[in-house]
């Protein structure tokens, strides 16, 4: 074994065993009062941060220094050096320490009973039923990699130690001093909590991160953040579950129905509103009766002129060179889709354009070229006529994308805007959770079975037979089993 | 590309086409009548096997003729001959049709709304409000992968059909000729049906399962049933998320307070009821104190005159040396215990046992050792002393097994023990389904956002400024949204 791998099997495994250990020194508390213990330990943090400002300030303006020194010379986006800074802009430091705070108020994912069920009453005399409940409870250790933006630490600790589990973490090179200090917070944190000093730990460098992707045996779920190339060289490299997107390839479709005003104004604001952002569209599906009905030659207007170059297939693209190039100066932004367009995630102003027959061409092209983020739909509103509605109910049932809107803005894909208070990222898998993942995506459940009373609950009790005990399988309350 | 790739590339692709179209031909009904074609698919399942039961016997009786020789040959084990066998043991082939319509008649897992919540407000006159749904739905294409028992095909075709998913089937090679047949009745059912004819497929060597197994892009869900060496190697070939589990290594502690008829009872039907099964027990912990309480004793002698052979610790080996062997002729079936016997999963006769100082220590053995499938713990019963109760408690909240049983048999890990009516397996995972799966563990969910009137619900409305939107983040109520 190099040293290196050795070190990072250490990280890995005191991870674990601190996480083991949490469950210990907490296991003798009421849910209750195992929370409050937590979010004890999420106010250590904000305050070490608070107490820690002016050293973190310095850590930096060091790192920015550094990276705007790079972006002169060409080797780093100025996007970069902007995300990295904790302090230029008014209200970022501040926000990051109240979102510890905030992450303390939310309600604790864990512990609670999503399923009880009376698996057998008591018999007569002897007394003892035999209950069964499924509570919540931590994944385990969490591996979390992301880019550039260094309030990103502080987020994923608070998520992390609010919602029970270890965590590793590994910032961006660029932000190595400023993580080193909140790091340091963290860990003050921490020592001065009942909390192990190890349940949050940080690693620096891609090598470590590509030794700890394979340890299955200590590590739990993987949750990468940041670019496409991050993600897919993470879901390539580990058999860990992770949790997350590669792709934000979303979708608008505008049905038949469409008012005019809203749509125009939809898919502008699905497009417009932060064209890099993930949840933003990349492609816009039109019905073929906008060719004529005016909407389709209103909305490429409309994106023209705030700068948005289409990418159209032959029919949106004789519309747009019969009856919008004559009068607007936009040539320049206007050229053929190629297949690999529709494919194409740009977080740019961008789109692709496709003119379809009906709701069910609309869909067979998101399933063949959507990630499975998200995709709305624009149609008549719903207090509106039937065909919309049916349009929509087609629309919302056939595709499998995690998020599916009617009449909304590809925007509102966001955990904040869900209402979850604070999000670990959106996932685009099948299984565990998808779409805006809160607190909620970091808990998995476990099977509590209680047998009451002096009766010995074993199975043979209810082999078919004179006396046999039956099975009762009726819904109890849910509520966290008293053992 | 080989043809064998080319042709399992072709069932894989027809799958999610069958898949999709599936949702499709679907979409325009409501969720009950969606269900009921899919409980109708069932019941034309039902009727096909009944139609070809003698087809289905003669093609089964050359399967277990073949696997008789086999068996003499020493190639194949008994076990596995009876396994085959659809109707030698009494009721066996009835219970697997009537399986099917049980099927059929249980709850849909699909389209049930688990959270509702109004994000804004309708605003004032010009009505509208946002609205957020997380609704149940299919996973997509699943591929199950078992081993002999001809009827898990019925079984697991009728699961996937019920929840909504295409099922790629594949069963072992001794029951090929039953297994022909019955992917013949299951394709007639569809044909019947409104389903697509290719929702349920069948494949029949490894070398298409390990074509299979890398092609994510199709299929989302594997599903492995069968032995550990089986599991372990599609673990290790798919980067697809994999339902099962691989060890089911069980452990029984007995605490300090336990009562001694209590912890007898438990502790052998937990080991005895079904020695080769995933849920019986393999290691026992017992608390110092039974050294000198009498009840080690009582449980060595026990076990050991039913013929389980015990791999003992030093300090619980004296005990049976010195007060059992001198009485009982059964120094052939105790031995030291290695540390390999504490990661053994015997799904035999035969029982690992050792001493620990306090549930602590237990629960520190069955992290290192376990493997996330079923443990109890056996203390005073919940209606007594508070010091046992807090032994339950340390025990259920620090393990993070699937199942954490108090004073009930580990035997009650099972799907229809549970009350799920059918079992898809069971899952030591972390994310997603653990524990018994039902029906439940083959759907996923997807968030439905709808927003109601002639309103443009766009983000860009609630950013701050003079008549901004404000979010509401209040529960309504859940149902399937009306679209």
Redesign the interface.
Known sequence: MTQDLHDVAVVAKDARTAY?ES??L???LSPAEADAARSDTLREIAAALERLEHEIKAANERDVEEATLLAKQGKLSKQMVSRLDLFAKPGKWDSMVKGVRDVAKLASPLDICTRA?R?AEGQEGA??A?D?YSVT????VLLCIFEARPEVIVNIASLAVKSGNAAILKGGKESRRTAAVLARCIAEALSRSVLPLNLVQMVNTREEIQHLVKMDEFI??VVPRGSKELVLSI??ET?I?VLGHADGLCSAYVHSDA?H??AC??V??SKL?YPSACNAIETLLVHKDHLTSGLWKELAIALLTKGVRLHCDARSLEVVRNEVLPTHDVASLVEAATKADYKTEYLDLELAVRVTDHV?AA??HI?RNGSGHTDIIICA???GAKKS??A???F??????????????S???DGF???FGAEVGIST????????VGLDGLV???????????V?????A?APGENARA?A?TPIEKVY???
């Open positions: 083991e469950l210990h907490l296991s003798e069920t698996l007394g003892g035999l069964m409870c931590p994944i385990g739990d779920l879901q390539n058999r579950p008012p005003a809203l104004a939809l502008l604001d509103d069910e869909v067979d399933n509103p719903c207090s509605m049916s929509a109910a087609i919302t049932r056939s595709l499998s994308s995690s998020s599916v809107f009617v009449n909304a803005s925007r509102f894909a805007r869900f209402g898998a099948r299984t565990h959770a998808r779409g805006p998995t459940y476990k099977y509590i079975v209680k047998g009451d009373g002096d010995a609950h074993t199975v043979g209810f099975w399988h089993p008293s053992v």
